[in-house]
């Protein structure tokens, strides 16, 4: 996206820049290159690696188990029987000296790391240790975190975002010296820089309301498999249901960079922002501009073969379009000039979806409390991305019998409602779990621009001054 954009920029406004692309072993890079402008490319065979990458995909059909629910139970159970299988993967490659990374889905990792030693006879509970007991004990003392420090004295750590900056960094140390063999790790912390000899990726059974894993991280995480100078060949095990299997076996071959026009939502706010920057200023510049945004360009309309994929891109761009009108977020005029509108502009200046401007213009009333203005706050589609994992339907339960703003007619697995209980724990200074202290922050910082947006529309758009008083109130307490 930033890329084309640049791209897209040197040529409509003459600027100059110079792009340099480092990427995955692509099947389509002169077409790539060709896309971004790049004069000079560098393409290597796939077989080049510093250390040989040995792939296998394990298939674990969980009985009884058709779709796991992002909040219920069968999420939890279905990721215990795919650690059965994780814990033989580890078996299979342990040797001597050789580490073990196993990714698993977030706020799982503390759970993972347990059912391993918990599948560990008594007498196999030192075999992910390759040092004594008394030495790993001395090491692990400083860590604050209990499940942890008692995890590391079997040989198996684990990482997640509520662990201290020390915490973290002592299960790195422990792991990359490879006095712990065995290491659990969040796919939201894949970036994290680990190395192992064989690397893990678990994914439950069913299919998640929202995807946790993108295709990046996937890359990011085979790419840690297999250390140099002491690896002659990295192991890649991805253990998955029926479901999965097909998705999980093209990263076995070169990946062919395709365009990321699937989503219609995603263009009409990137749509919205160069309306108001005045990049887009006639209905005649949104295909070309989309085109090449998306990679789209290379598309040849006397194709048969392209017409189907044609028409689709076509008829994104119109809905995109009619979806921006309809937000009221911009306006068309008889010579078919777009011009945007106060909506519009407020979503653009606070990098707010268009949708989520257009809810507040509708939800909102010159009567609205502070009540009223945190619940219309939390409806934000910025917050639909969040997900409510199977443990943390207890916990919103008993914030919300602590909350001093009841809720009525709410559910537990909605992603909005988890929204609004963090944001008022926040308000009133309760404590809240540690493997829910991300989500809130993340709910903090979104939070933050939205009231902007708010009061902005409530003052500019709405003009009503007692409401802002109230919405610049609740600004100061977020």
Not at 46 to 62: A, F, G, H
Not at 237 to 263: A, E, G, M, P
Not at 331 to 354: E, F, Q
Not at 421 to 427: E, F, P, R, Y
């Amino acid at each position: 996206m930033i890329t084309s954009r640049i791209s897209y920029l040197k040529k409509r406004k003459q600027i100059k820049a110079r792009i340099i692309a480092l990427f995955s072993i692509v099947t389509n890079a002169d077409k790539v290159k060709q896309w971004l402008g790049i004069e000079c490319c560098f393409e290597f065979p796939s077989n080049l690696m510093r250390v040989p990458l040995d792939i296998k995909v394990e298939v674990v059909d969980v009985p009884g188990v058709e779709v796991v629910d992002s909040a219920g139970d069968d999420e939890y159970y279905a990721l215990v029987a795919l650690t059965k299988a994780c814990y033989q993967a580890i078996l299979q490659y342990n040797k001597q000296g050789s580490v073990a990374l196993v990714y698993v889905p977030p706020k799982s990792s503390s759970a993972v790391a347990l059912h391993i030693i918990a599948r560990s006879s008594p007498k196999e509970n030192k075999q992910f240790r390759n040092c004594t007991l008394t030495e790993l004990k001395v090491a692990t003392d400083a860590i604050k975190d209990f499940t942890s420090r008692i995890c590391l004295r079997y040989g198996v750590g684990f990482l997640h975002e509520g662990l201290t900056k020390l915490d973290k960094e002592l299960v790195m140390m422990l792991f990359g010296y490879g006095w712990i063999q065995v290491c659990v790790v969040p796919t939201s912390m894949c970036f994290e820089p680990l190395m192992a000899h064989v690397v893990i990726i678990v994914e439950p059974q069913g299919v998640y309301t929202v995807d946790y894993c993108k295709s990046t991280q996937i890359i990011q995480m085979m790419g840690c498999a297999g250390r140099p100078l002491k690896d002659d060949c990295g192991h890649c095990v991805k253990i998955c249901s029926r479901q999965r299997k097909n998705h999980n076996l093209q990263f076995d071959r070169v990946i062919t960079l395709q365009s990321s026009l699937h989503n219609f939502t995603d263009v009409v706010d990137y749509m919205n922002t160069d309306v108001v920057r005045g990049i887009i200023r006639r209905i005649e510049d949104l295909p070309s501009y989309v085109g090449r945004t998306f990679l789209y360009t290379n598309l040849d309309p006397s194709d048969p073969e392209s017409k189907p994929l044609l028409d689709q891109f076509l008829t994104i761009v119109q809905q995109s379009l009619y979806r921006l009108e309809e937000l009221e977020c911009m306006s068309i005029d008889d010579s078919s000039s777009i011009c945007p509108s106060s909506l519009g502009i407020i979503a653009s200046h606070y990098r707010v979806k268009c949708s989520t401007v257009a809810l507040y213009n509708s939800c909102l009333s010159a009567t609205a409390n502070m009540d009223d203005l945190l619940q219309i706050l939390t409806k934000a589609y910025e917050f639909s991305d969040l997900i409510v994992w199977h443990k943390e339907k207890k916990l919103i339960r008993r914030l919300i019998k602590d909350m001093r703003l009841p809720l009525y007619k709410f559910k537990y697995n909605d992603p909005h409602v988890k929204a609004y209980v963090l944001l008022q724990a926040d308000l009133l200074g309760h404590s809240i779990h540690k493997d829910m202290e991300v989500d809130q922050h993340l709910v903090l910082l979104i939070g933050r621009k939205l009231i902007q947006a708010m009061i902005t529309l409530i003052i500019g758009v709405k003009n009503w001054p007692n409401l802002a008083l109230i919405a610049s109130e609740l600004s100061k307490m977020i």
